[in-house]
């Protein structure tokens, strides 16, 4: 071989390994990205405050269904059945207050809305391990304050959080797991960020575990699933995969011209009894 052709192809190797060195020292800032905070924040529903196991503080909205008290001075402040939500990566917990108000008043369901350490203006740098630390705190927290049991509360996942929600049910129960615009994997996810060679190796260095497609296997509460078929980010093809390796499937819906947030408003009515009956309601 040429000398100067192995010259070139050592640099290029070099390049390589420094570019796959990057990504596996910043991959964090890569998969969490914190949006800016609105200035003001969580109308409309009751702000909770509480901390993570190793302290971190952390905060989410609670939006009260009809069988509650929450956020009101009458007793029992309990709810009856709970909905615990999770964003995905460039979102926020106050994003989805109109969506959790619109879930109380159709299916009576309590909703709380968590938001990640790094989020929401909260202290702390968002990790896989530090966002499930929270994911568990804040199903401990609503367990231990409000009485509920895992039989009680749904898991609901948007995007990034679906990797969340899946693992916690698989780890903890549910009474059911609701997963909208689904990713198979977050090295799947990555895999469509970058050209090859680089997306082959994503999966060697990814300290980011989240992959519902394997979670749903361990899942013994019904796991039900609706996505967009333009989904540029989550392809519809990710969500049926999930919805395939499901232990327990419970109802796939796809949404005729949804992107990637935008399902529940382009689905209308056709996604609010889906959600109704994912949840045993009749819809209001």
């Known amino acids: ?4 052709l192995l010259r070139i192809l050592l640099v290029l190797l070099g390049a390589f390994v420094v570019i796959v060195f990057v990504v596996w020292a910043v991959q964090e800032r890569l998969v969490f990205l914190p949006p800016p905070v609105p200035p003001q924040q969580g109308r409309g529903a009751t702000r909770v405050d509480f901390s993570s196991t190793d302290g971190q503080p952390l905060f989410g909205f609670f939006v009260p269904g009809a069988d509650s008290q929450v956020g009101r001075e009458q007793v ?3 709810p009856h059945r709970i909905i615990i939500h999770f964003h995905g990566n460039g979102d926020l917990a106050s994003s989805w207050i109109d969506w959790g108000q619109e879930v109380a008043r159709r299916t009576g369901y309590s909703v709380f809305l968590a938001e990640y ?3 929401g203006g909260l202290p702390g740098r968002p990790s896989y391990d530090g966002v499930m630390r929270d994911a568990r705190a804040t199903m401990g927290f609503l367990q231990e304050r409000y009485g509920v049991r895992p039989n009680d509360i749904v898991l609901y996942g948007h995007s990034l959080g679906t990797g969340v929600a899946t693992q916690l049910a698989a780890e903890q129960g549910a009474r059911a797991v609701l997963l909208e615009a689904p990713i198979t994997s977050i ?3 990555g895999r469509r960020s970058f050209v090859a060679p680089l997306s082959f190796v994503i999966r060697w260095i990814s300290r980011i575990h989240f992959a519902p497609v394997d979670h749903v296997r361990n899942i013994q509460s019904p796991v039900w699933i609706v996505c ?4 540029q980010v989550a392809p519809a093809s990710m969500s049926k995969s999930v919805f395939a390796a499901a232990l327990n499937p419970g109802e796939f819906l796809l949404v005729e011209g949804a992107q990637h947030n935008d399902v529940a408003d382009c689905g209308g009515e056709e996604y609010w009894e889906w959600l109704s009956r994912a949840l045993g309601e009749e819809p209001h």
């Open 117 to 119: 350490r790094g989020y």
């Open 187 to 189: 090295v799947d996810a």
């Open 1 to 4: 071989m040429p000398g100067s």
């Open 76 to 78: 029992p402040p309990v």
């Open 228 to 231: 967009g078929d333009v989904d």
